[in-house]
């Protein structure tokens, strides 16, 4: 073990070098991981720990510190949201809504700009297990219905949960979209709908998307009743 709790190559790679290569696939397979624990060490290297501290919200409101998984591989993709100093008041927004939610790590602007030092510059933060940043960059760009974010539904509960809550100090739409109070735009879903739409017989789901087309926030029990009555 590295000081600093960084792992050293040995320690990661355990007996893996130590196999005898049979052949030229086990031989690539091995490489492959020495060059995954390679980049994992110099990531372990180059940020200090502060870079993997994670912050999440308790019951009370407060904030806790923990230390995140030194070399915890980043998704491939994260979708990045532009505000213009919102961006740690809506990550506890979001995270509020969701479970499975937290705010990973908070960085700021320094001398070097381009806005005030101290300033937020991210707010990293998950989910339901999927990441997201936050950035404060300007006023230059806002949102529009161009992109937006789906949530998927398993009931008519969790219908209700996420429209209410996200369409908070925001604006309804049709279809089961609506903008939150921070301009992004929102999907909320049922699961169920994806059948519907898609069935075999075209009159019960037409009969469906015709019910969807009607509705704001979506009603499973409208949509299901639409689509038996075809």
Known sequence: MRPG????????????????????????????????????????????????STRTTDQTGSFAIKTRERGKVMPKITPSLW????????????????????ILTVSHYGAAGPRPEGMVM?????????????LNGGPDFTFNEALSLQVNCRSQDEVDHFWDGLCEGGEEGPCGWLKDKYGVSWQVVPTVLDELVTAP???????????????????IGALQAAYDQA
């Open 83 to 102: 505000f213009d100093t919102q961006a740690v008041e809506a990550a506890e927004f979001y995270t509020s809504l969701f479970k499975n939610s937290q």
């Open 201 to 219: 017989n075209a009159a019960k789901s037409q009969a469906a998307m015709k019910a969807m087309m009607g509705m704001g926030k979506l009603d």
């Open 5 to 52: 709790g960084a792992p050293a190559l040995a320690d990661v790679c355990g007996g893996l070098v130590d196999e005898e290569p049979g052949t030229t696939a086990r031989r690539a397979n091995v490489a492959s991981h020495l060059i995954a624990v390679v980049i994992v060490a110099v990531l372990a290297d180059e940020f200090p720990a502060a870079v993997w």
């Open 122 to 134: 991210t707010v990293n933060f998950e989910l339901d297990g999927q990441e997201f940043i936050a």
